[in-house]
C-alpha cells in the first residue's frame, strides 16, 4: 500500500526509432542497392543513397536505419544502471512499505533489460557489418579485368594503382562515423578482414593463371623453337599485370592502415601485402 509505480520510469530517455520494433530476425528483408548495376564511372563509387535511404528489413529499416536502432539500443543500455539508482531506488526507498527483495528484482529485471538491448544492438551491428562487407566485395571485381588490359594489347608499363582500388572501401567509410563508438573499431576490422580475405583470393587466382599462362607460351617457342620479338619496354605482359597488382595491392594496404594502423597485423592484410611483394620482386626480375 502506498507504493506507486506510475512513473517509476520517468527520467529514461529513449529515441522513438525504436517503438514497436521486433528483433526476432533483425536481417530478413533488408535490401540494399546492387553497385555492380547500371552504367556507374568507377571513380564515382557508391551513391551516399545507396547506403543510406533504400532498404525494407524489419518495418522498412535501411542501414541508416539499422546504425539508429543500434545507437539508441545502446544508449537505453547504458542509462538503465543510472535510471536504477537515481529514479528506481530512491522512489521505492521513499515508500512507507520497504522491500529489499522488491529492490534486487528489479534491479535485476532492469539489467536483464540492459543485456536485451544490447543483443538487439549487436544483431543490428552484424547486419550492417554483412551488407557493407558484401558491399565492398563487390567494388573487388574490377580485379579479374586487369590480365584483359595487358595481354597482347601493347600497354604501357604500369606505373599507379587502377582507380577502382581507392572505391573498394567506400561502403565502409560512408558508414563508419554511424557505428556506435563501442563496436566502431571491431567491426570496421571485421569488414576489412572479410574484404581483404576476397581481394587475396582473387588476385591469387590471377597470378595462378598469369603463370599457367606464361608457362604454355614458353612451351610452345620452345616447341616451334622460334623467338617473339621482345616489347620496346622490355617488360612482358606477364610482368605488366604483375605490376598492377603490387600498385594496387600497395594503395590497398596504404588506405586500410590509415584507417587503423595497427590492422596491419591482420592475417590477411599481412598475407595480401606478401603476395602483392612477391608479384612486384617477380616482375622487376
Known amino acids: 500500500k ?4 506510475d512513473d517509476s520510469t520517468k527520467g529514461l530517455k529513449t529515441d522513438d526509432s525504436t517503438k514497436g520494433l521486433k528483433t526476432d530476425d533483425p536481417t530478413k528483408g533488408l535490401k540494399t542497392d546492387d553497385p555492380s548495376k547500371g552504367s556507374r564511372n568507377e571513380d564515382q563509387g557508391p551513391r551516399a543513397d545507396d547506403l543510406a535511404t533504400k ?3 524489419p518495418a522498412g529499416l535501411s542501414i541508416t536505419d539499422c546504425l539508429k536502432v543500434m545507437e539508441n539500443s545502446e544508449q537505453v543500455a547504458r542509462q538503465i544502471p543510472s535510471f536504477f539508482e537515481i529514479t528506481v531506488r530512491p522512489h521505492l526507498l521513499s515508500c512507507t512499505v520497504n522491500s529489499p527483495h522488491l529492490l534486487d528484482k528489479l534491479q535485476e529485471g532492469l539489467e536483464e533489460a540492459g543485456d536485451r538491448f544490447r ?4 544483431l543490428y551491428g552484424g547486419t550492417v557489418v554483412a551488407v557493407v562487407s558484401q558491399q ?3 567494388n573487388l571485381e574490377p580485379t579479374h579485368t586487369i590480365p584483359r588490359l595487358y595481354r597482347r594489347t601493347n600497354r604501357e608499363v604500369p606505373t599507379k594503382p587502377s582507380s577502382y582500388v581507392t572505391i ?3 561502403p565502409l567509410l560512408g558508414v563508419h562515423m554511424g557505428l556506435s563508438e563501442v563496436y566502431r573499431k571491431d567491426w570496421s576490422c571485421k569488414v576489412i578482414d572479410t574484404t581483404t580475405q576476397r581481394y587475396l583470393e582473387i588476385i591469387t587466382e590471377v597470378l595462378t593463371s598469369v603463370r599457367k599462362t606464361e608457362d604454355s607460351l614458353q612451351k610452345l617457342k620452345r616447341t616451334r623453337k622460334s623467338v617473339v620479338p621482345d616489347e620496346s619496354t622490355g617488360i612482358s605482359d606477364d610482368n605488366k599485370i604483375r605490376l598492377q597488382i603490387a600498385f594496387d595491392v600497395e594503395q590497398y594496404y596504404s588506405d586500410v592502415t590509415s584507417l587503423y594502423p595497427d590492422i596491419a597485423t591482420l592475417s590477411s592484410v599481412v598475407q595480401l601485402q606478401e603476395t602483392g611483394q612477391i608479384a612486384k620482386t617477380t616482375a622487376q626480375t
Do not use: D, R
Open 168 to 170: 573498394i572501401l567506400k
Open 2 to 5: 502506498g507504493l506507486k509505480t
Open 55 to 57: 532498404g525494407s528489413g
Open 136 to 138: 565492398c566485395m563487390q
Open 119 to 122: 543483443t538487439i544492438a549487436s
